[in-house]
C-alpha cells in the first residue's frame, strides 16, 4: 500500500505554544489530505480536508484559526495547533488518497499531542 | 442516522475461533467499502477492500458485501491473540467521501 509519514510521533508541548505537525506522502502525490483527531477509547474525527495550493475545508465546529493547515506541495500538509491548551491533547492523525482512482484511503502513524 | 455503523463491542472470541464483525451503511451508492484494524495508540491500517457484492478472501480474513442489505461484515478465521484491535468499517461514496464507524474492539482470548 501507498505509505504516509507522519512526524513527530509524539510532542509534549506547555500550554500557549504552537506544535506543528507534518504529514508527507512518500510514494505517490497527493492532492487533497485529510486530518483526523481521535480522543482515547473514541471514533476517529475528521478535522479538515487538506487541498494543494488552496485553502483547507474545516468541519463544523474545528476553529480554522486554532488548527492552521498548510498543503503547499503534492506530497506535504502541515497541521499547525496553535496557542495550545490542555485540551487539545489528544491524537492526531493524516491521510491521505491513494490506489487507482483514489479509492483507498491510508494513514499515516499519528502523532500523540500532549499539552501540559 | 449515521452513515456507517457498527456494534461497538467488546467482542470476545476465543483463540482458533471465527472472529465475524458486521456493519452497516446507509447511502446506497456507496461504491467502495473498507476494514481497517487499529491497535491501541496506532493509527488505523487498511486490512481489507470490497467492491462487488459476494466474499473476498485474503489469508485469514474474508469480506462479505451485500449491497442489497446494505451491510459489510468482515470474517477473522483462527483467531489469534493479535488480532486483538478495534476494527473500524469505511465506505467511500462516489464523491469520494469516506465515512467511518466508530469502530468494534475484538479481544482474542488465548
Known amino acids: 500500500g501507498a505509505v504516509v509519514s507522519q512526524h513527530p510521533s509524539r510532542v509534549i508541548c506547555k500550554s500557549g505554544t504552537s506544535v506543528k505537525i507534518e504529514c508527507r506522502s512518500l510514494d505517490f502525490q497527493a492532492t487533497t489530505m485529510f486530518w483526523y483527531r481521535q480522543f482515547p477509547k473514541q471514533s476517529l474525527m475528521l478535522m479538515a480536508t487538506?487541498?494543494?495550493?488552496?485553502?483547507?475545508?474545516?468541519e463544523q465546529g474545528v476553529e480554522k484559526d486554532k488548527f492552521l493547515i498548510n498543503h503547499a506541495s503534492l506530497t506535504l500538509s502541515t497541521l499547525t495547533v496553535t496557542s495550545a491548551h490542555p485540551e487539545d491533547s489528544s491524537f492526531y492523525i493524516c491521510?491521505?488518497?491513494?490506489?487507482?482512482?483514489?479509492?483507498?484511503?491510508?494513514f499515516g502513524s499519528g502523532t500523540q499531542l500532549s499539552v501540559l | 442516522q449515521k452513515e456507517v455503523e457498527q456494534n461497538s463491542g467488546p467482542l470476545s472470541v476465543p483463540e482458533g475461533a471465527i472472529a465475524s464483525l458486521n456493519c452497516t451503511y446507509s447511502d446506497r451508492v456507496s461504491q467502495s467499502f473498507f476494514w481497517y484494524r487499529q491497535y491501541s495508540g496506532k493509527s488505523p491500517e487498511l486490512i481489507m477492500s470490497?467492491?462487488?457484492?459476494g466474499d473476498k478472501e485474503d489469508g485469514r480474513f474474508t469480506a462479505q458485501l451485500n449491497k442489497a442489505s446494505q451491510y459489510v461484515s468482515l470474517l477473522i478465521r483462527d483467531s489469534q491473540p493479535s488480532d486483538s484491535a478495534t476494527y473500524l468499517c469505511a465506505v467511500n461514496n462516489p464523491g469520494n467521501q469516506f465515512y467511518f464507524g466508530t469502530g468494534t474492539s475484538l479481544t482474542v482470548i488465548p
Open positions: 491521510s491521505a488518497r491513494a490506489g487507482q482512482g483514489g479509492e483507498k484511503l491510508f
Open positions: 470490497i467492491y462487488s457484492n
Open positions: 487538506s487541498n494543494e495550493g488552496s485553502k483547507a475545508t474545516y
